[in-house]
């Protein structure tokens, strides 16, 4: 199992995407966004690894990231984090 992360804070929050790889050919993706009361699952879903079409699953996790945010806070504006 291999584990792939994406994180940055868009409008004071904190935004997670874990991509994991369960190495038997299903990975699945879960998407949290943090808050001063704690945290709250924007998404999650579980799918066939030949779905990413070889792409590399760190570059998936910043994607689907990316989305969520634009989606949940309506903003470009995104600070990155390691």
Request: charged share 20%; with cysteine; aromatic share 10%.
């Amino acid at each position: 199992m291999k584990t792939y992360y994406a994180n940055a804070i868009a409008n004071g929050k904190t935004y997670l995407a874990t991509v994991t790889d369960f190495e038997n050919g299903t990975c699945s993706e879960h998407i949290t966004k943090g808050g001063a009361m704690g945290g709250v699952t924007l998404t999650e879903a579980d799918f066939p690894t030949a779905n990413l079409g070889g792409a590399s699953k760190a570059v998936y996790a910043r994607s689907i990231l990316a989305h969520a945010i634009f989606k949940d806070a309506k903003t470009t504006e995104i600070q990155w984090r390691s």
